[in-house]
């Protein structure tokens, strides 16, 4: 059975996933090019600093030559390792540090432990055989071949002229030979740069490109990813009250300006009560909110000079266990008797005034 053709670009919960498994869309041609241009950089400015270390570790070299025996002479080795280390430190460590900075540019951030996860399919040879013989396989090999080929000629260019002056150099005093050899190591930056940004340009494109069409997916694909972010009807029916209840709230809103009083969680919740003894056995639940539409109720009592009054655990009990447009439970009578004895001397004492 063929499988569908995937034509769809890839979603953004498919992408999400992608990234998760370290699948990220990046050019090794960036980090490697940056890298090598970023040590020959270094190597141009320490130039004085570097040769003096190798210099000094030659003298030494000559200076012990009397003392070394072919049976004492593991000592001598690990100087040398450790003197033309320690003069070679500062490119590595900068490589190091480009390396790291430049794929972290590259992917984001975005840190991965899924390809190191063992995988079976990975073993798989038929998979092996066709991922030898890809587009990507083959893109990569024309590229290198290419690359290969311009480096060639680069090095060819350079150095040819310096062949031809090499006698000449051998009798040039030391500070003369490392300002030819820091000549020599401007030339070759300049020429790397014009050389590698045409690869890395098209090697970006090429990049993105291929990413994107892995990650296409199917028409049946999207479907069914469609299906299962809409999840099974019960999320789909809780997801419609909730909804539903914010309009509600929100339209409730014009209730505020008629209610009685408003009690304050005293800045997070925002009860809204109205009590009419002909009508209602309790007072009534006519607007409540958090967060934002708590401050609109607030702001629209303050506008119509509707009382307002801070008590947090009732607030929090009513918007808890009251719904919108019902009355307050017995449990709560007695505290909310107390808000309306409040309101009552409160609305008094203004008719008198």
Known sequence: MSTEEKTEQASEQKLREARKKGQISKSMDITAMAGIAVCLITVMVLAE????????????????????????????????????????????????????MFNL????????????????KKLNPIKGFKKLFSVKSLFELVKSLFRLSAIAVMAYYIFYEE???????????????????????????VFFMLIMIPFMMFDIFFQ??????????????????????????????????????????????????????VITNPTFIAIALKYN??????????????GPI?????????????????????????????????????????QVAEIYRWYFKGKEKTNKG
């Open 105 to 120: 540019f590259q992917t984001k951030g975005n840190f991965s432990t899924y390809p190191l996860t063992p995988d079976i």
């Open 208 to 261: 993105n490109w291929s990413f994107a069409k892995e990650m296409r997916m199917s028409k049946k694909e999207v479907k069914d990813e469609y299906k299962s972010q809409e999840g099974d009807p019960e999320v789909r029916y809780k997801r419609k009250q909730a909804q539903k209840e914010m309009r509600e709230k929100a339209a409730s809103l014009s209730n505020v300006s008629s209610a009685d009083v």
């Open 163 to 189: 062949v031809v002056y090499l006698p000449d150099v051998m009798g040039y005093a030391i500070p003369d030979i490392l300002e030819r050899i820091l000549w020599l190591l401007v030339k070759t930056i």
């Open 294 to 334: 708590a401050k609109k109720i607030r702001e629209i009592a303050q506008q119509n000079q509707v009382m307002m009054h801070s008590n947090v655990p009732l607030a929090r009990a009513i918007y808890k266990k009251v719904k919108l447009n019902s009355e307050i439970p017995p449990e709560l009578y007695g």
């Open 49 to 100: 600093q570097i040769g003096q270390k190798m210099m000094a570790a030659t003298e030494r070299i000559f200076l012990l030559a009397p003392e070394i025996t072919p049976s004492a002479n593991t000592w001598l080795i690990g100087q040398v390792f450790e003197d033309y280390l320690s003069a070679a430190m500062p490119v590595l460590v900068m490589a190091i540090i480009v390396g790291v």
């Open 277 to 290: 003894n002909n009508t209602m056995v309790a007072p009534k639940v006519v607007c409540k909110g958090r």
